[in-house]
């Protein structure tokens, strides 16, 4: 079984910065694209940003430019870097990845969510 774990979410100030960390594990054998989804209340959620297994990535255009993707394989981790943080980035942020688990294919995963609150 894999589990993503996400952490790092909370009440920031606009302007200010979050990180944040979404690690697998469990009976992984292999890594895919990784990336960060988001939901606010009361509309569809939406994808941030993406990390293909061979580094290409591709951002929501409310997000290029302030946010930033990357990836330790050998932590099986996904991190988010927020800058510029204003209002409308307040949402539940949840973590996706692509693992090849025990059944030995490629399977989708989804993180319980962690919740970006950005108010003064």
């Known amino acids: 079984q894999v589990q993503l774990v996400e952490s790092g979410g909370g009440l920031v100030q606009p302007g200010g910065s979050l990180r944040l960390s979404c690690a697998a594990s469990g009976s992984i054998f292999g890594m895919g694209t990784m990336a960060w989804f988001r939901q606010a209340p009361g509309k569809q959620r939406e994808l941030v940003a993406g990390?293909?297994?061979?580094?290409?990535?591709n951002y929501a255009d409310s997000v290029k430019g302030r946010f930033t993707i990357s990836r330790d394989n050998a932590k099986s981790t996904v991190y988010l870097e927020m800058n510029s943080l204003n209002a409308e980035d307040t949402a539940v942020y949840y973590c996706?990845?692509?693992?090849?688990?025990?059944?030995?294919?490629?399977?989708?995963?989804w993180g319980q969510g962690t919740q970006v609150t950005v108010s003064s």
């Open positions: 996706y990845a692509v693992v090849k688990d025990g059944s030995l294919r490629y399977r989708n995963f």
């Open positions: 990390l293909s297994g061979s580094g290409d990535t």
